[in-house]
């Protein structure tokens, strides 16, 4: 690798980890994208990329989300009943979620993820921010709280399967069907994706073990190569982006992610 590509792989890393502490996505939604861009270069064969792509996300976003969760704890952010009875089922949907992207074609994981992209950036731009300005805490849930454990699996599934962490399905769904306190979701997301990133890496390293046409330095589909720049980028900026949720009131923020992230999608299906 390359001293460019190294710092290219940096920057990539920073970017996705100021996400995963801001936005409580875990960080998958924008280094699968961008790494699509790069990792051609770098001599992945095209027929295992997106399997790579989402095992070395899987391991990114665990940690991203780990460095965000230390900063939101302090600032007591974290609604831990909800992680509570999340994490079960979250837990068997990222197992089985990397069981079925292993047994598919990775044209189809590509597409998969861009629907699921564009899905998520529609809902992010109408909402608007996760912060306090934005506050629902006094809104009725429609859905009742004893079906969190399914939107725990379906979030499990979803992350893994398209190796996001799960932040994309979760935070929309946190805020418009469960009305969890809205300055609350993304420390309680980052938390549950700590659980999911775990399960999940484990699962693509299981499923990649076998493989020959790995490229070195991997444990299975997880590439330490190009997780070990992404890392030193997003661990620090994971904190600085927990901190910018905790202090900022401005809507216009999360709302260019998720324009950015819609963008990202039409690029991805129809480009």
Known sequence: MTVLSFIILLLIGMSAGLAAG???????AVLTPLCL???PSLGIPEDIMMKVIFGTNMFLVMIFSASAVAMHHGNNKIHWKTVAWMVPLAVIGSFLGAWAAAQMDSSLLKKSFAVL??????LIVVRGSTKPTGSRSGA????????????????????????IGGGVVMIPSLILLFSVPVDRVAATS??????????GMASYIYHGWN???????STGFVWWAAAIPLALG????????????????DKMLQRIFGFVLLIIAVKMLFF
Not at 117 to 122: A, I, N, P, R, W
Not at 211 to 217: C, N, Q, S
Not at 234 to 246: E, K, Q, T, Y
């Open 140 to 163: 009725i849930a429609l859905l009742p709280m004893k079906l969190l454990p399914l939107l725990g699996f379906a979030t499990g599934f979803a992350g893994s399967f398209l190796g």
């Open 37 to 39: 861009l790069v990792y």
């Open 117 to 122: 992209l564009l899905v998520s950036s529609l």
């Open 211 to 217: 493989l020959y046409d790995l490229p070195g330095w």
């Open 22 to 28: 801001f936005l409580g996505i875990g960080g998958g």
């Open 234 to 249: 997003g661990i620090p900026m994971a904190r600085v982006g927990a901190w910018l949720n905790a202090h900022t009131h």
């Open 190 to 199: 980052s938390s549950i994706i700590i659980f999911i990133g775990v399960v």
